[in-house]
């Protein structure tokens, strides 16, 4: 296991993933601090934690979306 540093709002994670996953992680997380960073334009402050599930909840249903078409 690798441990990987990402930074999602300014705030730093360290997280682990299988080795050679580095990449995709911070991928990921870029992905994520994309969505928190379009979320946080919109609204305004809110509480950290709102602001992760809103993105969270945001990248589900783009998810949701493609697996649908991905599945008709």
């Known amino acids: 296991m690798s441990n990987v540093i990402v930074s999602i709002a300014g705030r730093p994670y360290t997280m ?3 080795d ?6 911070k991928q990921l997380a870029k992905l994520l601090d994309e969505e928190v960073s379009r979320i946080r334009q919109s609204v305004g402050a809110i509480g950290d934690i709102r602001l992760l599930v809103m993105a969270g909840l945001m990248v589900a249903d783009r998810l949701s979306e493609s697996t649908r078409k991905i599945g008709a």
């Open 16 to 18: 682990q993933c299988p």
């Open 20 to 25: 050679g996953e580095e990449d995709h992680l």
